[in-house]
């Protein structure tokens, strides 16, 4: 499917030294590589596209049911970080991306089990047409650290972000949990070692129980919450981040509507991800970027940086 991406300047913005046309991304992990939603959604009329994991061999990701709704408008899910692996990516999936992405940017996302396996997959990708940025979820568990997240600790995320950094010149940006202690000292640590940006947030860890069943209604158990619930979380690691570094954001969780959006760019985002309301209703990314438009339209603003990180905070 294709569609008119919005070529006004007041949707144009600047991250990490890349122009996207609007900062309305697919986030990653609900796009896959871009192919299975060519039909559905018009990914040329998008600022960006978050891929799907990309990990250095194949996983086969978690048991089935590997999604289940809570409510309207809240998923969990446990997919496991399923993927084909660096190889795969690089030779059947990136390619094809880059020739359909259109004016979208891609933002390749990446995973490991090790501190090394981070470098390996960006060092793999890194001269690929078509990539423009990488995001690290560090919200895997480390392997050799008894399965502590690498963002859990302040060593291990410098020592995953110095890697990737080594092992390219693009952008790189740090997907953060929002569990995390104290998230805007792990975004100072991650800047500090070398990261580009930001990206807030990950999903919450949360439990569905099939009541019937009296078991989980997930095959892994527990996963991660995703849809409206995470909207005011994160909203508020957004401004808390925003007052710890001056890298671009980009604002992950419960958009739905260009309101949503535009609470992220207020806190301080430069980029907005869209998930799970698009796996509910296709359109609803392309809906955020032509009411962003129309906002933009009916206050007179030139330009959404002129938003980003305007919040008052009330003395």
Same mark, same amino acid.
């Given at each position: 499917? +294709?569609?008119?991406?919005?070529? +006004?300047?007041?949707?144009?913005?600047? &991250?990490?030294?890349?122009?996207?046309?609007?900062?309305?991304?697919?986030?990653?992990? !609900? @796009?896959?590589?871009? %192919?299975?939603?060519?039909?559905?959604?018009?990914?040329?009329?998008?600022?960006?596209? #978050?891929?799907?994991?990309?990990?250095?061999?194949?996983?086969?990701? /978690?048991?089935?049911?590997?999604?289940?709704? @809570?409510?309207?408008?809240?998923?969990?899910?446990?997919?496991?970080?399923?993927?084909?692996?660096?190889?795969?990516?690089?030779?059947?999936?990136?390619?094809?991306? @880059?020739?359909? &992405?259109?004016?979208?940017?891609?933002?390749?996302?990446? *995973?490991?089990? !090790?501190?090394?396996?981070?470098?390996?997959? *960006?060092?793999?990708?890194?001269?690929? %047409?078509?990539?423009?940025?990488?995001?690290?979820?560090?919200?895997?568990?480390?392997?050799?650290?008894?399965?502590?997240?690498?963002?859990?600790?302040? !060593?291990?995320? @410098?020592?995953?972000? %110095?890697?990737?950094?080594?092992?390219?010149?693009?952008?790189?940006?740090?997907?953060?949990?929002?569990?995390?202690?104290?998230?805007? &000292?792990? /975004?100072?640590?991650?800047?500090? &070692?070398?990261?580009?940006?930001? !990206?807030? *947030?990950?999903?919450?860890? $949360?439990?569905?129980?099939?009541?019937?069943?009296?078991?989980?209604?997930?095959?892994?158990?527990? $996963?991660?919450?995703?849809?409206?619930?995470?909207?005011?979380?994160?909203?508020?690691?957004?401004?808390?981040? =925003?007052?710890?570094?001056?890298?671009?954001?980009?604002?992950?969780? $419960?958009?739905?509507?260009?309101?949503?959006?535009?609470?992220?760019?207020?806190?301080?985002?430069?980029?907005?991800?869209?998930?799970?309301?698009?796996?509910?209703?296709?359109?609803?990314?392309? =809906?955020? *970027?032509?009411?962003?438009?129309?906002?933009?339209?009916?206050? #007179?603003?030139?330009?959404?940086?002129?938003?980003?990180? +305007?919040?008052?905070?009330?003395?």
């Amino acid at each position: 499917m +294709t569609g008119t991406a919005p070529r +006004t300047d007041a949707l144009a913005v600047l &991250a990490a030294g890349v122009r996207f046309q609007n900062p309305i991304v697919l986030a990653a992990g !609900t @796009a896959a590589y871009g %192919r299975e939603l060519r039909d559905v959604i018009a990914l040329d009329a998008l600022g960006g596209i #978050g891929t799907k994991a990309v990990s250095v061999a194949p996983r086969a990701g /978690a048991a089935a049911p590997r999604v289940a709704e @809570a409510s309207d408008g809240v998923m969990l899910n446990a997919v496991g970080l399923a993927n084909p692996g660096l190889d795969d990516v690089k030779r059947v999936e990136l390619p094809w991306l @880059a020739q359909h &992405a259109g004016g979208a940017r891609v933002l390749v996302n990446v *995973v490991g089990s !090790t501190i090394e396996d981070y470098a390996t997959v *960006v060092a793999g990708l890194t001269d690929e %047409r078509g990539v423009d940025v990488f995001e690290l979820n560090v919200s895997c568990p480390n392997v050799r650290a008894g399965g502590m997240e690498f963002g859990a600790d302040p !060593t291990t995320l @410098a020592a995953v972000v %110095r890697g990737a950094r080594a092992a390219t010149t693009r952008p790189i940006f740090v997907k953060l949990s929002p569990a995390s202690a104290d998230i805007a &000292a792990s /975004a100072r640590v991650a800047v500090d &070692a070398g990261a580009d940006g930001i !990206t807030l *947030v990950n999903t919450m860890p $949360g439990l569905i129980v099939d009541v019937e069943r009296r078991r989980p209604a997930l095959g892994f158990g527990s $996963g991660g919450v995703s849809g409206a619930p995470m909207l005011p979380v994160g909203v508020l690691a957004t401004w808390k981040v =925003r007052q710890a570094v001056q890298v671009p954001l980009c604002g992950v969780g $419960g958009v739905s509507s260009a309101d949503d959006a535009l609470q992220y760019l207020i806190a301080g985002a430069t980029l907005v991800g869209i998930g799970t309301a698009a796996l509910r209703d296709p359109r609803a990314p392309e =809906r955020v *970027v032509r009411d962003l438009g129309r906002w933009c339209e009916r206050h #007179g603003v030139r330009s959404l940086g002129e938003l980003v990180g +305007t919040l008052e905070w009330p003395s």
